[in-house]
């Protein structure tokens, strides 16, 4: 594939653009080249503001069901958001193998995730600017990648960052970008926070807040550094403070509390 001239006059087709759309378009166009995928959407994520979408392939429907959904406050529970963030995060990663113990049983994913009906993911991560880091997914819905395709896509990570980079340096000076709303952000970090704060003590909202991430009791304990008993007396005390008894509720409460 890689000698095949369709793929050359992708990769020049990269090099010739000249907006950020443009670019994204050709990237996307590559990367549909070296896998087969059902869409990619291209973040930033923010230490100090919300995320902000570049680029996409969703259509207007999706894009509203997914993205705007996702933008309103939830992105704090994504282990996207926390990993691009990261001083040590990869450069490239299987959203999978990054995951929580029991991410999939959270209803963060239930709610935010299971509805995209994506099988797999496979994510490029690059810092752009102090406090700022791309995030481009890459999704499949019918089946996992399998180990060739893994390859490939690794193959191509030196021109997949190459190419975030540029996209990065056209949105920020196309005057395209509207000014990240730092205020929101601080008020809904503010509310992830101190979720119950009225009730529950700083244990306890610590706990709140990573099983509200997916993280099973045994993984709040190891994040912790306590044992798995201590992290069950609290979880029993957190939820008679709160008046809930799943996790279900706790979700439920904390979405309540960010549209608030």
């Known amino acids: 594939m890689f000698d095949s001239p369709q793929w050359h006059a992708t990769v020049g087709a990269i090099v010739a653009a000249d907006t950020g759309a443009e670019i994204a378009d050709r990237l996307f166009d590559a990367i549909g080249q070296v896998v087969l995928h059902n869409g990619c959407a291209l973040l930033a994520f ?29 992105y704090l529970l994504d282990p996207l958001y926390e990993l691009a963030l990261r001083d040590d995060k990869p450069s490239v990663c299987r959203f999978r193998d990054t995951i929580p ?34 995030a481009l997914v890459v ?29 990065w340096e056209k949105w920020r000076t196309e005057g395209k970008r509207g ?26 909202r610590e706990i709140t807040q990573l099983l509200l991430r997916g993280h ?14 201590t992290v069950m007396v609290h979880k029993r005390n957190l939820f008679s403070k709160l008046g809930i008894t799943s996790q279900y509720e706790l979700f ?3 979405i309540d509390a960010l549209s608030a």
């Open 101 to 134: 113990d029991r991410f999939h049983s959270s209803e963060y994913y239930r709610q935010y995730c299971e509805r995209t009906h994506l099988k797999d993911e496979m994510d490029f991560l690059v810092d752009v600017n102090d406090g700022s880091a791309l």
């Open 46 to 74: 923010h230490k100090d503001a919300p995320p902000e979408v570049l680029r996409h392939t969703l259509d207007r429907q999706a894009e509203q069901h997914y993205l705007q959904r996702y933008l309103a406050g939830p």
């Open 139 to 167: 999704g499949r819905r019918e089946k996992m990648f399998g180990k060739s395709e893994l390859a490939r896509l690794r193959l191509v990570e030196p021109l997949v960052h190459a190419a975030m980079q540029r996209i």
């Open 216 to 229: 099973s009791t045994k993984s709040v304990a190891r994040e912790l550094g306590i044992a798995p008993g």
């Open 179 to 204: 000014a990240p709303d730092r205020a929101i952000h601080s008020r809904l970090t503010e509310c992830y926070r101190n979720f119950g704060n009225d009730v529950l003590t700083q244990r306890e």
């Open 252 to 254: 439920s409460r904390f």
